[in-house]
């Protein structure tokens, strides 16, 4: 018997307009994650009625199977739309295009798998304490506290990919506020760097206010015992 929250194959099929053997298809090749077993039905989620509605769109608009799994897969590793569909804008001075390296992903894996083997101690844990000592500490509380590897490795690797999406919209905001503040003079090149130094200093100092705000508002919804203060993050 299935709740209102779930579907078998067949249910599902008929709620995103299509069929059992499409289905089973995306499955096959990995655009589609697998039901939840019970005896011998798998049974579905409204996320995968919502998977399969966003493959339908996309083979509508004329994108083949494989070009819908790489967006998938992207979005999955935590990416922006923009970073999926590889567009870019000229967010940074000078017009430079940003743009995130997914191998980034795969050296920030390889070194949570060197920190997570007993006595490792690899030119990739070193690089990583030395360039994010922060990051590198985060990292080494969640596997002293015994967690899986699954819930190390991809929520760290979700909030490398947001940040990285974060400074693209900071680096717009200080392209935008530097030009706003050097465009009714003729500033030489200290000037405009002092310029832009002000403007990253004020993106930071505010995005930092918001991250430590909202987090405070979700450990307060989330664990009653929570007793945190916004004071100790102003300083």
């Known amino acids: 018997m299935t709740t209102e929250s779930e579907f078998t194959i067949d249910a599902l099929a008929r709620a995103a307009h299509t069929t059992v053997r499409s289905v089973r298809v995306y499955h096959e090749r990995g655009l589609l994650p697998a039901p939840q077993v019970r005896g011998r039905i798998g049974y579905y989620r409204p996320e995968h009625l919502v998977r399969l509605q966003t493959i339908g769109q996309l083979l509508r608009k004329g994108m083949k199977l494989t070009g819908i799994k790489e967006l998938l897969d992207a979005w999955d590793r935590g990416e922006g ?29 390889t070194t949570l ?37 699954d ?56 995005t930092a206010e918001l991250v430590a705000r909202s987090l405070h508002e979700r450990l307060e919804g989330q664990i009653p015992s929570y007793q945190g203060s916004l004071e100790h993050d102003k300083h």
């Open 151 to 206: 819930e190390i490795f991809r929520p760290l690797i979700r909030l490398h990919a947001d940040c990285s999406r974060v400074a693209a919209r900071q680096a717009e905001i200080v392209r935008r506020l530097a030009e706003h503040r050097t465009a009714s003079v003729d500033a030489d090149g200290e000037g405009q760097e002092q310029a832009v130094e002000h403007a990253r200093q004020l993106a930071i100092a505010a």
């Open 81 to 109: 739309l923009d970073e999926v569909l590889q567009v870019r804008s000229n967010a940074l001075a000078g017009g430079t295009a940003y743009r995130r390296s997914t191998d980034d992903d795969s050296r920030l894996a």
């Open 113 to 149: 798998q060197q920190l997570r083997t007993t006595g490792e101690t690899g030119p990739d844990v070193s690089a990583l304490q030395a360039t994010h000592p922060k990051l590198h500490a985060l990292a080494a509380g969640l596997i002293d506290a015994g967690l899986p590897a």
